[in-house]
Nanobody
Framework: QVQLVESGGGLVQAGGSLRLSCAAS????????VGWFRQAPGKEREFVSA????????NYGDFVKGRFTISRDNRKNTVYLQMNSLKPEDTAVYYC??????????WGQGTQVTVSS
C-alpha cells in the first residue's frame, strides 16, 4: 500500500509558476513510477507527466510543451512538478498517482491550481 499526499497548489497569475509536491509513504514508494494528472471542472482527467522510480525516464502530455518539469528525490520519497508559464487553461485539480503493476491505482487527494488571467 502506498499513500500519496499532494501539496503546493494555489492561485497564481498567468505567466507565473508553481511547484507541486507529492509525498509518498510505503515500503516500496521509492521504486514506483509516479504520475501527475489533472482534472478541470466538466472535463476528463488528463495525463500531465510521469517519472520512473529511478528518475531516469520521464514523459509529458503534449500540452506541456516544455513548460513543466517532473523530478523526484527518493531520499525524501517526494515527486515534484515544476510548472512555469502557467495559463488559465492549466486551472484544475492536480493529482499524483503511483503505478503498481500496469495501472496508476494509488491516488492522492489532489491539490487545486488556479491560474488567473
Amino acid at each position: 500500500q502506498v499513500q500519496l499526499v499532494e501539496s503546493g497548489g494555489g492561485l497564481v497569475q498567468a505567466g507565473g509558476s508553481l511547484r507541486l509536491s507529492c509525498a509518498a509513504s510505503g515500503r516500496t514508494s521509492s521504486y514506483l513510477t509516479v504520475g501527475w494528472f489533472r482534472q478541470a471542472p466538466g472535463k476528463e482527467r488528463e495525463f500531465v507527466s510521469a517519472i520512473s522510480g529511478s528518475g531516469g525516464s520521464t514523459n509529458y502530455g503534449d500540452f506541456v510543451k516544455g513548460r513543466f518539469t517532473i523530478s523526484r528525490d527518493n531520499r525524501k520519497n517526494t515527486v515534484y512538478l515544476q510548472m512555469n508559464s502557467l495559463k488559465p487553461e492549466d486551472t484544475a485539480v492536480y493529482y499524483c498517482a503511483a503505478r503498481i503493476g500496469s495501472d496508476f491505482n494509488s491516488w492522492g487527494q489532489g491539490t487545486q491550481v488556479t491560474v488567473s488571467s
